[in-house]
């Protein structure tokens, strides 16, 4: 038996999986903003991380039998937001080879609501920065399963992270 | 896991200030959801019908 398992997370959950829908109301929530957030340091722009932010609402609706509370809700919840962002990220990236390609700067210009804010902070990171640090503290990717994704070795993965956390730590003390 | 790491980038995420979704996407959810589970609802009533019974539908 898991210590998680009487949470007031996870007292919603069998209240949902009871068919108290309005109880998924209130996991809702309590981390629709949080889910916000994720989806938009991933995908960089407003609209489509209300998209996405409200798929994955849909996703966890469908899939919330899947949960089994042996580790918190909020694990669970924010590592289905990075993989469902990040197969969002491959699909549009596959479907754009052809047309135009748009980087996430031009997306941020576009984004009408973006502050200065973001945009001078998710304009210090690449797409590939983002979907690393998504991984790590998002999905809780440990650090050998995200040297196999991209590709790198396990001491490379640590080393990436380490650097860019410096990194955004310079940016969010400035 | 690396707290003072994962502290970073909470607040890298607080930084972005992007603001609480609005009270027309949750009911956008929450219709959905509800929609679901009135279809998940009909699924299992469906899935009750003994077979024998659907072959007769489908026949006549």
């Not at chain 1, 007031?8 to 069998?14: A, K, R, Y």
């Not at chain 1, 903003?33 to 932010?53: P, W, Y």
């Not at chain 1, 990075?82 to 700067?105: P, R």
């Not at chain 1, 790590?136 to 001491?155: D, L, N, P, Q, R």
């Amino acid at each position: 038996m898991s210590s998680n398992e009487h949470s007031p997370d996870n007292d919603l959950v069998d209240a949902i999986t009871q068919g108290d829908i309005q109880a998924f109301e209130g996991l809702y929530d309590r981390y629709a903003g949080k889910v916000l957030k994720r989806c938009f340091f991933i995908c960089a722009n407003q609209e489509e991380a209300l998209d996405l932010m409200q798929e994955i609402w849909i996703k966890v609706f469908l899939h919330l039998h899947d949960f089994k509370k042996q580790a918190a809700f909020s694990s669970w919840l924010y590592r289905l937001t990075t993989n469902h962002c990040l197969n969002y990220i491959k699909s549009k990236a596959h479907s754009e080879q052809s047309g135009t390609q748009q980087t996430s700067e031009e997306l941020i210009h576009e984004d009408s609501t973006s502050t200065i804010d973001v945009h001078h902070l998710l304009q210090k990171l690449s797409l590939e920065d983002r979907t690393i640090l998504a991984m790590k503290f998002m999905g809780e990717y440990t650090y050998e399963e995200i040297a196999s994704i991209c590709e790198i070795s396990v001491s490379a993965a640590k080393m990436r992270v380490s650097r860019l956390i410096t990194k955004l730590r310079e940016e969010v003390n400035t | 896991m690396n707290d003072e790491e994962d502290l970073v980038f909470e607040q890298v995420l607080d930084a972005l200030h992007i603001p609480e979704p609005d009270q027309r996407t949750k009911e956008q959810v929450m219709r959905a959801v509800f929609f679901l589970s009135v279809a998940k609802e009909i699924g299992a009533f469906h899935a009750s019908i003994p077979g024998t019974l659907l072959d007769d539908l489908i026949s006549e």
